[in-house]
């Protein structure tokens, strides 16, 4: 029987295959909620979805998009916000 | 809208928010661009033009278009080429030297070893007869 702690469904459960051979089932924090759009809610693209102690171990360019807004907001957003830039200039 | 000279917004990509002149109209919807940006083709919809002109040349070169952008106090964007290092090259005569090293090394440690059981042995032998003299004694 697992500990209390690991019965309930707070943590998701991960089969591993060990050294030995045997499969072992490990207990691990669930993964944050996708990242999103600022302005349009929309799921982000090349924004990966790890646990804080796994994102610091990635590269910058591995974390979001290399562009302005990158991480922050959708590749449709960020057309809008220039397009828009470029019209109130005029 | 889209004509040899126009300076136009990027609005994707990793320029995405640079200022660029159109340089070179290369078909109905690539553009060769420059400026604020790397010189590079790109697709007419990745571009919002403005409304101002710039009288280049086609296919004006880097340098006319930085002193374009100069006199209009732009941005102008400029790459380094990136500085190549020579790797070491491995030299096969010092190996050898450091191979010949090693063995003289073990060939002495080997001459010790023999050394040493010599004169263990000694050390038993006279030993014995120490204990034999004792028995005598």
Not at chain 1, 59 to 79: D, I, N, Q, V
Not at chain 2, 40 to 66: D, F, M, Q, T, Y
Not at chain 2, 115 to 132: G, I, M, P, R
Request: charged share 45%; hydrophobic share 25%.
């Amino acid at each position: 029987m697992p500990a209390p702690n690991k019965r309930s469904r707070t943590f998701r459960r991960v089969y591993r295959k060990v050294p030995g051979g045997k499969t072992v089932l490990h207990y691990k924090k669930r993964k944050p909620s996708k990242a999103k759009c600022g302005k349009c809610k929309a799921i982000l693209k090349g924004v990966p979805r790890e646990r804080p102690y796994k994102m610091r171990t990635m590269a910058k360019t591995k974390k979001r998009p290399e562009r302005p807004y990158g991480g922050a907001l959708c590749s449709k957003c960020t057309r809008e916000v220039f397009k828009e830039k470029a019209r109130s200039k005029k | 809208m889209i004509e040899i000279g126009r300076l136009a917004i990027k609005t994707a990509g990793r320029d995405a928010g640079c200022k660029c002149v159109v340089v070179e109209i290369l078909d109905n919807n690539y553009v060769l661009i420059d400026g604020g940006t790397r010189r590079r083709k790109c697709n007419i919809i990745h571009l919002e033009p403005l409304n101002e002109v710039i009288k280049i040349k086609k296919g004006a070169s880097h340098e006319e278009v930085n002193a374009e952008f100069k006199k209009l106090k732009l941005e102008v964007r400029e790459t380094k080429p990136k500085e190549t290092k020579d790797r070491p090259k491995k030299v096969r005569k010092e190996k050898k030297k450091i191979e010949e090293k090693g063995d003289k090394g073990k060939k002495k440690a080997k001459k010790e070893g023999k050394k040493k059981s010599e004169v263990k042995k000694e050390e038993k032998l006279s030993d014995k007869l120490t204990k034999e003299g004792k028995k005598n004694k």
